[in-house]
């Protein structure tokens, strides 16, 4: 798919779920949340594939020990990686591959759940550090 396909996919998506969104620089982002827990998803098309950040709301207080509980949660993880920015943001990466049209909206949902997932089930762990 081309990446005018993936980001007409996605928005048409998201007004289907009724999602808020904005778009900027290219980018579309939107909020998630899961109980108390809110975060922001960008996500930015590429030719067959959309990639997606959830982009946690905090800082860890140690960097270095961020980066230990962010390596430790890669090797559980099945696809994509978390890592921090440099100002100790975590954030976890996840790409929905979009080669044809078939099936490329249920890929799409699937990788918005694993992230979403990934994001609430690790939150406690980066929260604390």
Do not use: H
Not at 58 to 87: H, M, P, V, W
């Amino acid at each position: 798919m081309k990446e005018d396909d993936v980001l007409r996919l996605l928005k048409a998506l998201l007004e289907r779920e009724q999602v808020e969104w904005a778009e900027e620089l290219g980018w579309i982002r939107f909020r998630m949340r899961r109980e108390a827990m809110i975060w922001e998803i960008s996500c930015c098309a590429r030719p067959g594939s959309l990639l997606i950040y959830g982009r946690f709301p905090f800082q860890t207080a140690s960097k270095e020990r961020g980066r230990l509980i962010c390596d430790r949660i890669n090797r559980e993880l099945i696809r994509g990686a978390l890592y921090l920015t440099e100002n100790g943001e975590p954030v976890y990466r996840c790409r929905a591959e979009l080669d044809d049209v078939y099936g490329a909206e249920e890929r799409v949902l699937a990788a918005l759940q694993y992230s979403a997932q990934v994001v609430s089930c690790f939150w406690g762990r980066l929260s604390g550090v």
